[in-house]
């Protein structure tokens, strides 16, 4: 896993053997020296692709759809566990795509009756649906490389859970819907049967061996801890959160009495550079953008879209700078949009945030009343 993108099975029987292969190989191992034995009789190809499947999706909570998707993967005996995960994620991306699709001829064909709100919520689901497919990337990229996956599965944990739950929470924006769940009708299936592959996956990753090492301090939210932090954290970042405020250069200030470049902190954020001119503005010998909130209440939602990347906020301390929101679903905002603060990572998978004088690391989307003393963005 790249730098930019850090910071968001084991079954065991006495028929199967591990190798560098993985679980499908076993199954040949397994199978072929019963055969030699003479204790079972010969299968046909098709009957030992299927059992192959369905070693795989042992233990998986949709285990029909399970062996029907890895049963028509071609090749199935050759392929690594891995290899079978990836084959499963690129499936669902192309669901996604169709998802995404579909909510288009929906707006297309619906324009003139679709309520403000119904809107709102489909335009929700393709961002949604883009993250998705930006968090699938990011896994392929993880189960592809030339290190271990087992080295990544909680990174691939963040990245599929996160998936999972973009597909529900594009559902939630027509909780309040006037059009008696018309629309949500229309497109829920779709996305149950995605979560439903997701799950799947994430049931075949905790096979992968090593995968649920628990040498090191883990959390099951932010991966392995190395002194305190999530290991995806560099020691850069960890002298950067342990830095008083007086100690850190600022690139922007915002300020309610008009001392600083900005009076809110929205046009800072759309003052900051996106990421592909990211790296001529930012703060030298740290690695970010900061931006320096002085002491008062900030009424306002703030969105931090995937473009804008090496972000930092930094407050005055909790009870001097506040960020405070009034978006909900009861005026028309979907639960995606009523965030008093929510930013869309793309393929960066962990955000952190520093707040009420706790670290807190997590998925990129923070909600209600922010008491800001130090803040860091999508990384």
Known sequence: MDDTRRGNLIFFSNLFLFSSLGHASAVVVGRTAALQTGDIAPIHHGDLHEEIARSHCEGTLYPELCVSTVAAFPDLASKSLPQVIAAAINLTSGEVHAADDNCTRLEQNWLKQLAPLDRRALDDCRELFQETVDEFNGALSDLSGTSSSSKHIHDLQTLLS?????????????????SNATVRKRIEKRLLKISQHVSNSLAMLKKIPGANDTRSEVLPEYGRLRK???????????????????GIKYNLVVAKDGSGNFNNIADAVAAAPNSNTARVFLNVGIGRFVIYIKAGTYFENIEVDSKKTNLMFVGDGIGK???????????????????????????????????????AFGVCRWEDVWSLQMASGCA
Do not use: H
């Open 162 to 178: 996160g998936a999972m739950t973009n597909q529900y929470t594009c559902l939630d924006g027509f909780a309040y819907s006037e």
């Open 228 to 246: 305190g932090f999530p290991s995806w954290v560099s020691r850069k970042d960890r002298r950067l959160l342990q830095t008083s405020t007086g």
């Open 321 to 359: 700078t506040l960020v405070k929101g009034n978006r909900n679903v009861v005026d028309g905002w979907t639960t995606f949009r009523s965030a008093t603060v929510g930013t869309y990572c793309g393929t960066a998978r962990n955000c952190m945030t520093y707040i009420r004088n706790r670290y």
